[in-house]
């Protein structure tokens, strides 16, 4: 349709050729190939590519052949290795031909295939494949052992062709070499081919890789790594904030945020800082080597313009000094190598603005663009030049000629980002290792006052740290013992005020009863001494006075009782398992694991919660008091009751005292009173429950509690 349509209105041939180019697989592969307008009598009318053959085809095609044959044949290049496959398609309208299309590709034994097309208009498929990148390899083609092609920046020496054609093949007619080229180590690939009664060896050299390409590599890598790691912790922190609210005001984490965002920022200014300096001397290094270009082709044009067209000398100056640049006529264009880009208005006819407006306008000398071609980026350096006694301005892009860069762009990045990402994984994990540090012996303590508060007076802390910290853990410990001694010394003095107390209250009460009985006993007494007629009318009256007496007594010492007896339990349903928790987090700085393992969701018991948490926190401090490293908490159902163990691997109850174990005032203790286990007991007791040993030796100890499921 393109083409038709380009014909009909004798529009744009080369740009309706560039068009159909594009979109044809040609444009994805780094060959050299073009596309032609041709019409009936064989006059090229446009095209668009890098081939330019000579448009002989009237012995190929005729008005009387198939319309819509597609024609396909070989062409070769006189007194070269070159050659054509050309393919030639008739476009026609209503049984007419308009003219033909022209196909054509250069099959050439001397090009390698890189670069035949500009970076923006090719995607470059064969580059893509590539392992390595193309910008560190060296190229050596050597044909009837003559060097023919180079690709790469360095021209070997005499020496290492030498070494190269005097290699030793192996049956494949390939080998591997070391070589030293620039003064830089090298690994050689050669292969030996034989093509045409053409014997030629291919060379390509790969520079072994220094510590900067190592670090570079390793950062890509790296770099990759980091955004997956970034992700995973993002996504983690997201799932924390959900879970707990408190999750970012504890004190560890805000040490954390604050080491960051000290130590970050910083770096971040840094990284950005360097970056942009990179950027700069990039810029610089384009800046000087595209002005180069483009001072030698003035210099180059002005030599040799003597006798030859301007034209000619125009294209002798790309050809010998490799360069494509464009000359500006005032604002317009006058020439450029890559004239077909320009034709089919790729790019525009006219300066830049930018450059018009500071060369001409603003009247500098030189000035460098950065310039796009649709949504590739380039930079293009104008040139306000003398060219034979005519001001002109020379225009040199890197996008058409090859800049090489200490360090490009992305590299700069990937290198930048790898570096301070590396750096910042490093400062996170010493912060949080320093928070952690910092915050720990306050944990510590906070934990500690915890258990305290759960009736553990025996915990102890050790915290290892220094100064300020230190002193509170010494007071804390001091205060803890002061409560201790505070405690025995006010249960005893309490104990000992509330026996004076019922002893002046049970003496009184005593006296009141005591008092009419002597009386009545005394009357008794008189009356029998005295032979009293009324004696036994009296002795009844007495005896039912000492009965009375008596009764009273009696209630005196009951109530004495009920004053005694511990306090009552305020049983309500509780899950076991929230209790079990609660009770090992406060132990959770203890050099001690503690692990808890059970298949049930809830264990719903009726017991005193509190009692329930004195009991654990008990069997769980004497655990760690026998030297255990490790306790095991097992939660399991029976039929008609819940199990719990508590299994350490401390040193162990003797045999000869383990039945005495649960008796009240009995203890291995210097300091201990001989009251936990036996209150244990007491309260499982009264509870409905049991507990008793189920193991005990030098290799550790095992208890067991039960809970029974019928509610009490």
């Not at 770096?267 to 950027?279: D, K």
């Not at 949080?432 to 759960?454: E, H, M």
């Not at 919660?609 to 490790?630: D, F, G, P």
Request: glycine share 4%.
């Amino acid at each position: 349709k393109i083409a038709s349509k380009a014909f009909l209105n004798k529009s744009n041939f080369d740009k309706s050729a560039f068009q159909i180019w594009s979109k044809s697989s040609l444009q994805k592969e780094s060959i050299n190939s073009s596309v032609n307008f041709i019409d009936t009598n064989g006059t090229l009318l446009g095209g668009f590519g890098s081939v330019y053959p000579e448009l002989n085809i009237k012995e190929k095609v005729s008005r009387k052949e198939n319309l819509n044959k597609v024609i396909i044949f070989d062409e070769n290049i006189f007194e070269s290795n070159q050659k054509l496959v050309r393919g030639i398609y008739p476009i026609n309208s209503q049984d007419s031909i308009l003219g033909y299309l022209d196909v054509t590709i250069l099959s050439d034994l001397n090009d390698l295939g890189f670069y035949s097309h500009p970076e923006f208009i090719s995607s470059g498929k064969l580059l893509k494949k590539t392992a390595v990148s193309l910008d560190k390899i060296l190229i050596l083609d050597y044909q009837n052992r003559e060097l023919r092609n180079i690709y790469g920046e360095i021209n070997p020496s005499e020496e290492i062709n030498k070494i190269i054609l005097s290699s030793k093949f192996n049956n494949k007619n390939e080998t591997w070499l070391n070589a030293n080229l620039n003064k830089s180590d090298y690994l050689i690939f050669v292969k030996k081919i034989n093509i045409d009664n053409v014997e030629r060896v291919l060379a390509i050299a790969l520079k072994n890789k220094e510590l900067s390409f190592n670090l570079f590599d390793f950062f890509k890598v790296f770099f990759s790594h980091s955004l997956v790691l970034l992700i995973i912790i993002l996504v983690y922190l997201l799932v924390s904030l959900n879970k707990k609210r408190n999750y970012f005001f504890n004190l560890r984490t805000q040490l954390l945020i604050s080491f960051l965002i000290i130590s970050i920022i910083p770096l971040i200014l840094l990284a950005f800082y360097f970056r942009n300096l990179t950027e700069d001397k990039n810029n610089s290094a384009i800046y000087y080597k595209l002005g180069k270009r483009a001072f030698n082709v003035e210099t180059y044009i002005n030599k040799h313009a003597n006798g030859d067209t301007l034209d000619d000398v125009y294209r002798y100056a790309s050809n010998d000094l490799n360069v494509n640049y464009t000359i500006y006529d005032d604002k317009n264009l006058e020439y450029s190598t890559q004239d077909l880009l320009y034709d089919v208005e790729l790019i525009p006819n006219i300066i830049h603005p930018k450059a018009y407006n500071s060369l001409i306008l603003n009247g500098s000398q030189e000035v460098l663009i950065k310039d796009t071609i649709d949504k590739y980026k380039f930079n293009s350096f104008y040139y306000k030049a003398n060219i034979l006694g005519k001001e002109q301005i020379i225009k040199v892009s890197d996008a058409f000629n090859k800049i090489l860069l200490p360090l490009s762009g992305t590299e700069a990045n990937i290198f930048l980002f790898g570096t301070y990402s590396l750096a910042v994984i490093l400062i996170v994990m010493l912060s949080a290792y320093l928070a952690n540090r910092i915050s720990a012996p306050l944990r510590k303590l906070t934990n500690a006052t915890k258990s305290v508060a759960g009736g553990d007076l025996n915990v102890i802390i050790n915290t290892n740290a220094q100064g300020e910290v230190k002193e509170l853990e010494t007071s804390f410990q001091y205060m803890l013992k002061e409560i201790k001694r505070n405690q025995t010394m006010l249960a005893e003095i309490e104990r000992e005020e509330a026996w004076k107390e019922m002893a002046k209250q049970v003496a009184h009460e005593i006296k009141n009863p005591l008092t009419p009985m002597k009386l009545s006993v005394q009357q008794l007494v008189t009356a029998y001494t005295d032979k009293s007629e009324k004696f036994d009318g009296f002795f009844k009256k007495v005896t039912a006075t000492i009965l009375n007496q008596i009764e009273t007594l009696k209630n005196i010492a009951t109530e004495f009782s009920n004053f005694a007896r511990m306090p009552r339990l305020k049983v309500e349903r509780i899950d076991c398992i929230k209790a079990i928790q609660q009770s090992i987090n406060l132990f959770t700085t203890e050099n001690v694991k503690i692990s808890f393992d059970s298949d049930l969701q809830q264990c719903i018991i009726d017991a005193d919660a509190e009692q329930l948490k004195r009991t654990l926190i008990n069997l769980i401090r004497n655990s760690i008091q026998a030297n255990a490293t490790s306790i095991v908490v097992i939660l399991n159902e029976e039929s008609e009751k819940y199990i719990l163990t508590i299994t350490d691997d401390g040193k162990g109850i003797s045999p000869l005292i383990i039945d005495k174990i649960f008796e009240p005032n009995f203890t291995t203790k210097e300091d201990g009173m001989g009251l936990g286990l036996s209150l244990v007991k007491r309260y499982l007791t009264n509870t409905g429950g049991d507990v008793y040993f189920e193991k005990s030796n030098s290799n550790g100890t095992s208890i067991k509690l039960e809970f029974p499921k019928k509610f009490v």
